[in-house]
C-alpha cells in the first residue's frame, strides 16, 4: 500500500484524495451523528493536504476567533456585524447596479393585475434549487404533483422537505405582516421546514429549536469537517447580535451588502442542528419584503448559489479564515443582478404565455370559465378533475370536459403516474419557471 517514504503512492493518493472529495461533496452537511470509518479511509485523510478546518488557516482576526469544542477540536466563532474592516469604495458600482435591478422587479410587481399568479411558482423554484444545495433532489413538476395530491400524500420524502420549504416562506412571510425577523419567528419557520422529514435529514432533531450539542460541516466525522461553527451557547449569544444588527436604525450599510453580511453570518454561526442552509436563503426573501425594498417577493437567490455552489460556499470560508468580505460580498451582488434578470424574463415569458392561452379559449360559444381555470394553472400548473370541480364549482363532468378542451389546445397533457385521480400538468408553465 505504502511507497517507500511512507507516504500512499501518488497514483494510490490520487485515487484516495479523490475518493474523499466526493465523500465530503456528497455528504454536504453531516452533523454529531455516529460514522463507522474504514482505516483506508483515515489513512488518505491523513496523507492528503484536502481543505479540513485547520487552526493556522484562520489568519484574520477581525472576522471572528476559535474557541476550543468537542473531541480537541476548534469552532470558529464570528464577531457580530457590521465588519470592522470593510472597504465599500470597490463595491459601489455593483451595489448601485444591483439596486437598479431590483428596482426594476419591484417595478414590474407594482405593475402586475394578479402579481400572485406568478409568485408562487416563482416561489416554488425557489424551494426546489434552496432544497438541491442540501442534497434533497426534487423536480418541479414533482412538487407541483405532491401539493396536487388530495390524499395519500407520501409522509416522509425528498418532494416533503421541499413542499416544507414553500409551506415555511408562505408563513413566514404572512407573519412580516404582525411580527418582524427574530429569532423567535425563525424558531417557527424551522419547525415547520422540518416537519416530517427523514430521521436522516433531521427527523431525530426538535424543529424549532436551536442546536443543543456541536455540529459540523463537510464531513460526518468532527476531525475532518471543513468548518465547525460556534458552539450551543456561543450560538445563541451570535444569534442575539445579529437580530440586533438587522434592526438597527442607526446602520448606514446599503441594504443589498446588509443581506449579503445577514446571509454569511447566519450560515457561519450554524445555529439549527439541521436546516440551516434552506432557513438562511429563506430569510433573504423575509429580509427584502420586510424593508421594503420589493412590492413582491419575486427574487429568489438560490438557483444562483446552487449553480455556483463551490464559489458559493468557499467565499462565505474565506471571509472566516482570511477576512475577504469584498470577494463575498462581489459575488451575493452579482447573484442579486443575475436573479433579477431571470426573474423578469419569467415574469415576462409567463405573462405571454398567460395572454395566449387566454386568446386560446376566449372563443366564441367557449365557456368562460375556461379563462378561470388558466389562471388556476398558473397557481397550480398540476390539477385534476377533482381540483376543477372544487375551485370553479362545476360538476365533475364539466371539469373533465373543460381538461379536455385545454388538452386538445396542447394547454395541458397526462402527468403520467400511477396516483389517482388522474393528474394533468401545464407543461408549459412549469418549463419556463424551471428554465
Not at 469584498?326 to 426573474?343: R, Y
Request: proline share 6%; glycine share 4%; aromatic share 8%.
Amino acid at each position: 500500500m505504502f511507497a517507500e517514504s511512507g507516504k500512499l503512492s501518488l497514483s494510490r493518493q490520487a485515487n484516495q484524495q479523490k475518493l474523499i472529495k466526493n465523500n465530503l461533496r456528497i455528504d454536504r452537511k453531516f452533523h454529531f451523528r455516529p460514522f463507522k470509518c474504514n482505516s483506508l479511509f483515515l489513512i488518505a485523510l491523513k496523507c492528503t493536504n484536502l481543505n479540513l478546518m485547520r487552526k493556522e488557516d484562520f489568519i484574520d482576526p477581525s472576522t471572528g476567533h476559535l474557541v476550543p469544542t468537542i473531541r480537541d477540536c476548534w469552532a470558529f466563532v464570528p464577531k457580530p456585524l457590521p465588519p470592522v474592516r470593510l472597504d465599500l469604495a470597490p463595491l459601489l458600482p455593483l451595489v448601485e447596479q444591483s439596486a437598479r435591478m431590483l428596482g426594476e422587479l419591484s417595478g414590474i410587481g407594482r405593475n402586475l393585475q394578479n402579481p400572485y399568479l406568478l409568485i408562487r411558482p416563482l416561489m416554488r423554484n425557489e424551494a426546489v434549487a434552496s432544497s438541491k444545495i442540501e442534497g434533497t433532489v426534487t423536480t418541479l413538476s414533482e412538487l407541483f404533483l405532491f401539493e396536487a395530491e388530495a390524499s395519500n400524500k407520501t409522509p416522509v420524502s425528498d418532494a416533503r422537505e421541499v413542499y416544507n420549504y414553500v409551506h415555511a416562506l408562505e408563513y413566514a412571510l404572512k407573519s412580516l405582516e404582525t411580527f418582524p425577523i427574530s429569532v423567535r419567528l425563525l424558531n417557527d419557520i424551522h419547525k415547520i421546514l422540518l416537519t416530517n422529514t427523514a430521521s436522516e435529514r433531521g427527523g431525530r432533531i426538535i424543529p424549532g429549536e436551536l442546536k443543543k450539542d456541536q455540529n459540523w460541516i463537510g464531513s460526518k466525522l468532527i476531525e475532518t469537517a471543513r468548518f465547525v461553527p460556534p458552539p450551543p451557547q456561543e450560538s445563541i449569544r451570535a444569534m442575539g447580535d445579529l437580530e440586533k444588527f438587522i434592526h438597527d436604525a442607526h446602520d448606514t450599510t446599503p441594504l443589498l451588502i446588509k443581506l449579503a453580511l445577514v446571509h454569511y453570518q447566519f450560515e457561519t454561526i450554524h445555529p439549527y442542528p439541521d436546516g440551516n442552509g434552506r432557513l438562511g436563503r429563506l430569510l433573504l426573501a423575509l429580509l427584502l419584503c420586510e424593508k421594503k425594498a420589493i412590492t413582491h417577493p419575486l427574487l429568489y437567490i438560490s438557483p444562483y448559489f446552487e449553480k455556483n455552489y463551490d464559489e458559493y460556499i468557499d467565499l462565505m470560508l474565506f471571509v472566516s479564515q482570511r477576512g475577504e468580505w469584498q470577494q463575498w460580498i462581489s459575488f451575493f451582488l452579482h447573484g442579486i443582478i443575475q436573479s433579477c434578470d431571470v426573474s423578469i424574463q419569467k415574469i415576462e415569458k409567463l405573462q405571454n404565455l398567460r395572454l395566449a392561452y387566454l386568446n386560446m379559449v376566449q372563443l366564441p360559444r367557449s365557456p368562460g370559465l375556461l379563462s378561470k381555470l388558466i389562471d388556476l394553472l398558473f397557481e397550480r400548473p398540476v390539477i385534476s378533475a377533482p381540483y376543477v370541480v372544487e375551485r370553479l364549482h362545476v360538476k365533475f363532468n364539466t371539469a373533465k370536459k373543460f381538461i379536455l378542451q385545454l388538452i386538445k389546445l396542447k394547454i395541458l397533457e397526462e402527468y403520467k403516474t400511477d396516483i389517482r385521480p388522474k393528474f394533468y400538468i401545464a407543461r408549459d408553465i412549469v418549463t419556463i419557471t424551471g428554465s
